[in-house]
């Protein structure tokens, strides 16, 4: 196994340049040009059919047949002349990642190409092999995959790609797209209805999402020589370097060339899907990078990010590069998380987070940034729950990632307007456009503008004009959290209005109604707000004296998905039935056990084929040593010891993992899924990675570095 490492370096070292170019230096001379977007349809569709379709997007309804063949048509040709060959409906399944299916253009029947609307409109595929956690067995068995033309259709290889949700044949949603859709329409809905408080030319609001992806980069054969990594995502063993990132010099640091010029390849790829990448940069941990694309509405900016994943692989194996999304594949190191920056924007232009100069619209920025502050005050448990995945265990909470604990910072200036607000709460308010003025809401732009508070410690932080759920994971799919955030922004938003108008139904004037409701909001939900350092010990005690949860681990945060308030609020806005929430809890554990069970039978294949078996010779060759010194009349103490220090190790490795291995026998007749899972979570992984991780990571370094098996650390992270 030893053999394996060597080669792999010496591969690493013998890697040349690949050349990247581009067709223009021009972004804008490609941006987009695999697209079959609204310019493309504008152009190439009859004026009245591209009319009836663009109403049709923007209002949700119904395309009709005709339509429909109308647009196949176009989007074939346009295809076509690109060089594509097949089509497929492009979906995301909840095994996370997409899913397709091609088909191709060319009838051999009738000799030509041919693409119908029927077939653009719905397509079925084989579901029998995706997850439905029961629906499918207890239904029909089959499901249909649905065209969503609010996402445009993009040519990825020679292959025309469909946006599409995918649904049983009874009409449950089998995968995230689908549920997002329906909390982004409940959010438009409520937001809606709030701002025409204010505005009655706002008809809809439309949530944004920009999601900074983080990953890291690691030479492919190194990858290939760490079972684990490939079959896992993560290293289960491994020592910390002895530089790990203390320096702080990798952040923002010069990116190594060949990173450099495999983030220039998959940039050119993305644009020319229309991706609008834009930030890219070195991260904290070495090795690890962030890239960032210019925010859109959230279904296409989540549909983006799971194209650019996958673009971001492909290209990633031209450059002899593995790109890891894991949320933690380096113990000791920082993980990647996927921060979700978040706004809500009126189809009249406005940011509602943005706050502004005029007292009118500051009253609407304060009104949606107290509402969602309160949302996330009554839904942290929800909110918890939509994040939590078997990887983003291992980085909640450890290096440098927001803590399992659900917090909002806001930072002082916003707190000291809030304080201002909620104190004068027994102050006589004067009516007429004054009354701002009193409760030094005008205050707010001057404040904004000094963008210096930051906070990265915080699960959930206000950054000017915008909130940034920094708790997802790297390798999720954002239309989990996204559905959560919209959803419980919307039940929060609905509340707001009932009481406003309830208010004002009482003879309230309207402004101080919305300000009465405010004040209570910001009173009830205090205890959310927290500005200090989310990484320290005494936040964890402080919030446990808040009675704020901290649930560690996957399995337990997704309950919060079926207790009776979620479930009624999934119900309540139309985005899931109970049963669809429940089916999917019941995947995610099925999931969540299978992940640990691969773990653990890695752990234990690498642990006692490849490190005890090191560990032994390495250790007769001590022993040849220790007697050799002993014949000479020297002192062999040293090397007694280390020849116990190596035993005990052993021993410990073997004790653990024949324990594991009984253990999962157990847990494995276990019939409730649910309970199963939690075995699995306290007693294979919390007993057991740790444990025999440590005896193994001590001895990389007692071993003779010739004999280890395993790519170490410094070489996966550091050799470029
Ligand atoms: P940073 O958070 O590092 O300061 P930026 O402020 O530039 O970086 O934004 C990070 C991400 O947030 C980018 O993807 C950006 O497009 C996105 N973003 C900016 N404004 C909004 C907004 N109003 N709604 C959603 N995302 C936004
Ligand atoms: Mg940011």
Redesign the pocket.
């Known amino acids: 196994m030893a053999k394996l490492r060597f080669e792999a370096l010496k591969k690493l070292n013998e890697r040349s340049k690949v050349h990247v170019e581009s067709s223009s230096p021009n972004i804008s001379k490609f941006f987009g040009e695999y697209v079959f977007g609204m310019e493309q349809m504008r152009a190439t569709l009859a004026p009245a059919v591209f009319k009836k379709v663009s109403r049709a997007i923007k209002n949700h309804e119904k395309i009709d047949d005709t339509t429909a063949d109308a647009v196949a048509s176009a989007a074939k040709s346009w295809a076509i002349s690109k060089g594509a060959t097949h089509f497929t409906h492009w979906f995301q399944p909840m095994t996370g990642g997409t899913a397709e299916k091609h088909d191709s253009f060319f009838d051999a029947l009738s000799g030509i190409e041919k693409f119908k609307g029927s077939e653009l409109v719905q397509q079925e595929p084989d579901a029998s092999s995706f997850p439905s956690g029961g629906i499918r067995s207890t239904f029909e068995a089959r499901g249909y995959t649905a065209w969503d033309p609010t996402s445009p259709m993009f040519l990825y290889g020679k292959t025309l790609s469909i946006p599409t949700i995918f649904v049983s044949y009874t009409g449950e949603t089998l995968d995230t797209k689908s549920p997002l859709l329906k909390a982004l329409k409940a959010v438009d809905l409520a937001a809606t209805q709030v701002c025409q408080l204010f505005d009655k030319d706002i008809q809809h609001v439309v949530a944004?999402?920009?999601?900074?992806q983080e990953y890291f980069a690691v030479d492919k054969a190194l990858y290939n020589a760490r079972p684990d990594l490939v079959m896992a995502g993560r290293t289960v063993f491994g020592h910390a370097p002895a530089r790990g990132q203390q320096m702080e010099d990798h952040y923002f640091g010069t990116i190594p060339g060949r990173v450099y010029d495999f983030m220039r390849d998959f940039e050119i790829e993305s644009w020319k899907l229309g991706i609008p990448v834009?930030?890219r940069h070195n991260e904290v941990a070495p090795s690890q990078f962030e890239v960032?694309?210019?925010?859109e509405e959230v279904n296409v900016a989540n549909d983006h990010n799971q194209l650019m994943m996958d673009v971001m692989s492909r290209v990633g194996e031209k450059h002899d590069l593995k790109i890891l999304f894991h949320e933690k594949p380096f113990s000791g190191l920082n993980g990647s998380g996927k921060h979700n920056?978040?706004?809500l924007?009126t189809d009249t232009g406005v940011?509602l987070?943005a706050p502004s100069s005029s007292a009118r619209d500051n009253l609407l920025f304060l009104t949606f940034f107290v509402t969602t502050v309160k949302a996330v005050h009554e839904h942290a448990d929800l909110l918890r729950a939509s994040i939590a995945t078997a990887g983003n265990d291992f980085r909640l909470g450890a290096n440098e990632a927001p803590p399992a604990i659900m917090s909002v910072f806001i930072g002082s200036q916003m707190s000291a307007v809030l304080d201002e607000l909620e104190s004068k709460g027994n102050v006589k308010i004067e009516k007429g456009d004054n009354m701002y003025m009193k409760l030094g809401i005008d205050q707010i732009p001057e404040i904004i503008l000094d963008a210096t508070d930051r906070n990265r410690t915080s699960p959930f932080a206000f950054?000017g004009?915008?909130f940034?759920f920094r708790a997802v994971g790297g390798s999720d799919n954002c239309g989990t959290p996204m559905s959560a955030l919209n959803l419980i922004v919307a039940e929060q938003l609905t509340h707001f209005y009932a009481e406003v108008t309830k208010q004002i139904g009482n003879g309230e004037e309207k402004r101080i109604a919305i300000v009465n409701v405010l004040r209570q909001y910001i009173k009830e939900s205090k205890v959310i707000r927290f500005e200090g350092d989310g990484y320290s010990d005494e936040w964890v005690k402080e919030a446990e004296k808040r009675g704020l949860s901290n649930i560690k681990t996957m399995p337990r945060a997704i309950e919060a998905y079926v207790s009776k308030k979620s479930l009624s609020l999934f119900e309540k806005h139309d985005v899931m039935s109970h049963k669809e929430v429940e089916a999917r809890n019941e995947i995610k554990l099925e999931s969540y056990i299978k992940r640990v069970q691969i773990e653990a039978r890695v752990i234990g294949d690498l642990a006692m084929n490849h490190i005890i078996p090191t560990a032994i010779a390495y250790q007769n060759k001590l022993i040849t040593n220790a007697n050799g010194l002993k014949g000479l009349g020297l002192d062999n103490g040293a090397v007694l010891q280390t020849i116990k220090d190596i035993s005990g190790h052993i021993e410990t490795i073997k004790t653990g993992t024949r324990e594991m291995v009984e253990e999962r026998k157990r847990i494995n007749k276990i019939t409730d899924t649910h309970k199963r899972a939690f075995a699995y979570c306290d007693d294979i992984k919390e007993k057991y990675f740790d444990k025999i991780r440590d005896a193994v990571d001590k001895l990389e370094l007692l071993v003779d570095d010739e004999d280890w098996p395993l790519v170490k650390y410094r070489e996966l992270l550091f050799l470029r």
């Open positions: 944004s999402l920009g999601a900074e834009r930030t960032a694309p210019l925010f920056n978040w706004s924007i940011n987070y950054t004009n915008k940034e």
